[in-house]
């Protein structure tokens, strides 16, 4: 049989209704109200800190493919240039769509997976996609860029193998200071992640700052 110490057994004597509603509190609590009579408050869930897109993709692309974090980031910095730094889904003049700025069959095959992953504008959809793509058919240029840590060879290799963007929208410098940017730790004016919301049409907003 479990004692009870003396002074708690007085305590609850005192205070039966304040020992029965310090059950579900800590130790240090349970004393303090069976002493005092007063019962602690529930403590207040802690908002959830903004994380944006930037800081997801990069944490999802070192666990599903063993990338290191330079080598994520240079994706990271690839997709944030074509997408405004993941804010801007929709191509300006044109009609390519998404992180990777996404164009006809691939596109196509984008939004037909986006259907089902809680549509085209979400995180899931867009980095599912992206992982499909990646695990389908683009091995051979993971292990090349596994094979280096220097941000700009990374980013080089997956614009030139994964997006081929034209020469003149290119631009291989600001992709690489997007990715020098990110491993600062700096990703200000990012789309949001953990707080998704769309403040217009294909257009994600930033994290709030009033969390």
Not at 13 to 32: D, M
Not at 41 to 62: F, G, K
Request: hydrophobic residues 40%; charged residues 25%; proline residues 6%.
């Amino acid at each position: 049989m479990r004692m009870i110490p003396i002074f708690l057994a007085a305590a609850m004597a005192v205070f039966p209704n304040a020992y029965a509603s310090a059950q579900e509190a800590t130790l240090p609590e349970r004393l303090a109200s069976l002493i005092t009579g007063v019962s602690a408050a529930p403590a207040s869930p802690t908002p959830l800190a903004p994380e944006t897109v930037p800081e997801r993709l990069i944490e999802d692309l070192q666990e599903d493919f063993d990338l290191s974090k330079p080598q994520a980031a240079s994706i990271a910095g690839n997709l944030a240039h074509e997408s405004g730094n993941f804010r801007m889904l929709h191509e300006i003049n044109g009609t390519c769509y998404g992180y990777s700025q996404w164009c006809g069959v691939r596109k196509r095959a984008f939004r037909a997976y986006a259907a089902s992953a809680g549509g085209q504008e979400t995180y899931e959809a867009n980095y599912g996609f992206l992982k499909h793509e990646l695990e389908t058919e683009y091995e051979a240029m993971l292990r090349r860029m596994r094979g280096t840590d220097q941000v700009e060879v990374a980013a080089r290799i997956f614009m030139k193998e994964f997006l081929r963007p034209a020469a003149k929208t290119a631009n291989l410098t600001r992709r690489v200071r997007f990715a020098r940017q990110y491993l600062e730790g700096d990703f200000s004016g990012s789309g949001c992640f953990s707080h998704h919301r769309l403040e217009a049409k294909n257009r994600p907003a930033a994290c709030p700052d009033d969390v």
